[in-house]
């Protein structure tokens, strides 16, 4: 079964199980009342288990391990180890997933049906996924002067404003007398997208930059939280970001 045909069973799907009144209003917004949600969730259930093992979900291709063990780190988000997560994928929720995120190849692997082999989905296809708590999203603006390269992103805050963080890893060749040592190397990056605009964020000059607006209510905000933008940048931005989201609601 196709994904485009896979796409089209689900619309049926809930068609055939929704009252009328719930399937015009069954997005998941805000407004949708606990029943309405409920009867929706429990249909879009019904339909995965109907089709497991769902065909739409893995034809992703074969995911190579890596052939050699690493001098140092692993390739991974997180701990290396698979966690539970969701995706959606080609405009399907799939959730209960068990997720790896190789950050060297930006490919989010799953294990096959049977657990016989890991595989990849395909990038152009994953709007977003999540593992445990954390929410990752596909970067697509490449049209966007100011936007970073497309790929996927960590959303640590999402409001009016975005906060995206970006942990790539390489692989690096160590040259040593008993021969080439490879290992990962990291860097991280974080943005703020405003409006059509990506800010690259890394240190204070840059922050003020990205909320020029507000520079001198940003300041005090930060002096008054004992925030440090040099010392603790991550758990600054994600603070910084929800109260600048704030203040037109506040004013």
């Known amino acids: 079964m196709s994904s485009l045909s896979q796409t089209s069973c689900l619309s049926l799907f809930l068609t055939i199980l929704l009252p009328a009144g719930i399937r015009a209003q069954s997005q998941f917004s805000r407004d949708d009342s606990l029943v309405e949600n409920r009867a929706y969730y429990n249909a879009v259930s019904q339909y995965h288990a109907y089709l497991k093992p769902e065909p739409a979900l893995y034809r992703g291709n074969r995911y190579h ?32 997933l068990t997720i790896l995120y190789d950050m060297v190849k930006d490919q989010v692997v799953i294990p096959s049906p049977f657990g016989a082999y890991k595989l990849y989905l ?20 490449s049209l966007n002067p100011t936007a970073p390269r497309n790929g996927f992103y960590e959303q640590l805050y999402k409001g009016r404003i975005s906060l995206l963080k970006k942990n790539k890893k390489v692989l690096r060749d160590d040259l040593q007398l008993s021969g080439v040592r490879q290992y990962i190397d990291s860097s991280l990056s974080y943005y703020i997208k405003k409006g059509d605009t990506y800010y690259s964020v890394h240190n204070k000059n840059t922050l003020s930059h990205a909320f020029k607006d507000r520079s001198k209510e940003l300041n005090r905000f930060i002096r008054q939280n004992k ?25």
């Open 227 to 251: 925030l440090s933008v040099r010392k603790d940048l991550e758990n600054t931005l994600t603070k910084v970001s929800a109260w600048y989201d704030a203040q037109d609601l506040i004013h």
């Open 122 to 141: 395909i990038n152009s296809k994953v709007d977003g996924f999540t593992i445990e708590d954390h929410s990752f999203i596909r970067l697509k603006d």
């Open 65 to 96: 391990e890596y052939a050699f063990q690493l001098a140092e780190g692993h390739p991974f988000y997180g701990d290396g180890k698979a966690h539970k997560g969701s995706a959606l994928y080609d405009s399907i929720f799939y959730e209960d």
